[in-house]
């Protein structure tokens, strides 16, 4: 990824910058509104299309793993994603107030679960985010100004950088936990052309603490006029979800037991899980998106099958949806 690096480093800079202005939160807004008129090419008129993806990761193991993703998009209420790492494979398809989910295989490791938030490259308009700070250009790097959210309870920030000329996104940070710290999951865009009348990115990478987790180029994007309606057809096997395009909340757990440490346990670790909260706010379709090795795992997941939520709601109806719950074991405490 060219000025990768550099923009790693100048975002760090960033980060660590205070600045005084009038109405953050308006202008952080406007910035983040100005990139999806730029590059997004999921809005509500834009032309159906075909994207293909290839990707590689870094495994737990430490080895580079490849993989491909192709979506057909026809309009917000009719898509289809598939995504193949090895053995494994994820079909993703949406329909009008519905979508429907099949994995197949050992399943998607953490980093390729994320693949489709890096493509978006812009929060959907229901993700809010405080502002408290905006960086204008510096004289030295006139190119970039970037949007830096109010810090959470882990003293945790958001933020977004754009390319001033054509506000489009060129790097975004959220939080991510590591343990019991919270630290930066940072994801650059960069050799953006032309679709139609949007500007999309050709290559992508995301880092944690300088450390490439995945990275993403398009070998593909193309018009898709009349895509073959069987692509957007419920697979057989496929869990049914909810889909939501009003204002959703998200499940939040009321009852949710700690796990008790692995026999012989003698160390700290961490899960994170994928389920599926349904709308009676059980959980369902477990899987573990990122181990703490296998004796946490099976702990962890035994642990979440216990716990209880209150569902996610579209407008005030419950309805299931998918989420990330991270288990933390602590020895010795």
């Known amino acids: 990824m060219r000025n990768r690096g550099r923009a790693a480093a100048l975002l760090m800079v960033l980060l660590t910058t205070l600045c005084v202005g009038e109405d953050q939160q308006a202008r952080g807004e406007a910035m983040l509104e100005r990139a999806r008129l730029a590059s997004d090419i999921r809005a509500l008129n834009a032309p159906a299309f075909r994207l293909k993806v290839s990707f590689s990761f870094v495994s737990e193991k430490l080895e580079t ?35 429907w989910l099949l994995d197949t295989g050992p399943g998607m490791p953490e980093q390729v679960r994320r693949l489709p938030a890096l493509l978006d490259v812009i ?36 933020a977004f950088c754009f390319h001033k000329a ?30 139609g009348n949007y500007t999309y990115p050709r290559e992508m990478a995301c880092f944690i603490e300088g450390h490439r987790k995945i990275e993403a180029k398009v070998i593909e994007l193309s018009f898709e006029p009349s895509p073959d309606t069987a692509l957007f057809k419920a697979p057989p096997e496929a869990v049914e979800l909810d889909s939501c395009s009003g204002k959703i909340t998200h499940p939040k757990a009321v009852s949710s037991p700690e796990p008790g440490l692995p026999w012989r346990a003698s160390r700290d670790s961490s899960v994170v899980i994928e389920l599926i909260v349904d709308a009676k706010g059980s959980p369902r379709d477990l899987s573990v ?35 990330h719950v991270q288990v933390d074991f602590r020895f010795g405490r």
């Not at 229901?126 to 190119?143: G, M, Q």
């Not at 489009?168 to 679709?195: N, W």
């Not at 795992?297 to 035994?302: N, Q, R, V």
Request: proline content about 7%.
């Open 123 to 158: 929060p959907s308009k229901a993700s809010k985010f405080d502002f408290e700070t905006i960086l204008d250009p510096a004289p030295d790097n006139s190119a970039v100004q970037c949007a830096i959210t109010t810090p959470g309870p882990e003293k945790q920030k958001s």
């Open 65 to 99: 793993v490849a993989g491909t993703y192709v979506e057909w998009w026809a309009s917000k209420n009719q898509w289809r994603r598939e995504t193949v790492v090895g053995d494994s494979r994820r079909l993703d398809v949406g329909g009008p107030d519905k979508r």
């Open 289 to 323: 998106t990122r181990s703490g090795g296998k004796a946490f795992d099976e702990s962890a997941l035994h642990t979440v099958r216990t716990w209880h939520f209150n569902p996610a709601t579209c407008d005030g109806r419950p309805i299931a949806t998918t989420i």
């Open 166 to 195: 054509s506000g489009a996104l060129i790097q975004k940070v959220e939080p991510y936990p590591v343990g019991r710290r919270v630290t930066g999951y940072s994801c650059d865009y960069a050799a953006f052309h032309m679709f």
